[in-house]
C-alpha cells in the first residue's frame, strides 16, 4: 500500500517523502496542520491495460505521434500527471539569436515569446482516477483514428474485452 503524506503549511501544500515524515514531526514549534490520507494508485491490471492500448494504437498505424514514446506521454501529460514544466523563450545577444530555457514563468523577460514544455510524470505513481482519464482518452481516440479496422483491431478487441471484467473500469463515451 502507498501512503503520501501531504503537510499544509500556512497556503502551502507540501509533499512528505516517507523517509522524511519522522523529521517534519519534530517541528513541533511551527504551527501547521498535517493531514495524512491515503492516495488511490493505480492497479497493476491497468497498468497492463494502458502499455496494451498504447503499443496497440502504437502498431495500428493510426496515430500521429513521431513515437510510441511520444504518443505515451502524451496522454499521461493531457491527464494532468506532470513532473515539471519548462519555459523557452528566445532572445538575440550580440547578433546571435538563442533559445533560453528557465524553471518559472516569470523569468522570462517581458515582450518574449514563450514556448512551454511539460514533462510527464512517472506511470508508476499515478492515481487511479488519472488513469483511468488517460485510457479513456487513448480508447476514445483510437476509435476515432480507426484502430478497430486496422491490422490491430482484433487486439484492441482484446483488450476491451479483458478491461470490461475489472472492476475499475468505466469507460467514458464523451
Not at 88 to 110: K, L, Q
Not at 135 to 164: F, H, P, Q, W
Amino acid at each position: 500500500m502507498k501512503v503520501e503524506y501531504k503537510a499544509v503549511v500556512g497556503d502551502i501544500l507540501l509533499l512528505i517523502p516517507e523517509d522524511k515524515k519522522e523529521d517534519f514531526a519534530k517541528l513541533k514549534g511551527l504551527r501547521c496542520l498535517v493531514t495524512i490520507e491515503e492516495l488511490s494508485y493505480k492497479t497493476y491490471s491497468q497498468n497492463r491495460a494502458f502499455h496494451a492500448l498504447v503499443g496497440c494504437f502504437w502498431r495500428s498505424g493510426c496515430s500521429s505521434f513521431n513515437s510510441q514514446h511520444e504518443l505515451r506521454s502524451h496522454y499521461i501529460i493531457e491527464t494532468g500527471h506532470i513532473a515539471y514544466t519548462a519555459y523557452i523563450y528566445f532572445d538575440e545577444i550580440d547578433g546571435e539569436t538563442r533559445a533560453f530555457s528557465v524553471g518559472n514563468i516569470d523569468e522570462v523577460p517581458e515582450g518574449k515569446d514563450i514556448a512551454e514544455i511539460c514533462y510527464p510524470g512517472s506511470w508508476s505513481n499515478i492515481t487511479k482516477e488519472r488513469a483511468m482519464q488517460a485510457m479513456n482518452s487513448i480508447m476514445r481516440d483510437m476509435d476515432e483514428a480507426g484502430v478497430m479496422g486496422s491490422s490491430e483491431g482484433s487486439k484492441y478487441s482484446e483488450i476491451l474485452v479483458g478491461m470490461t471484467n475489472e472492476d475499475w473500469f468505466t469507460r467514458s463515451m464523451e
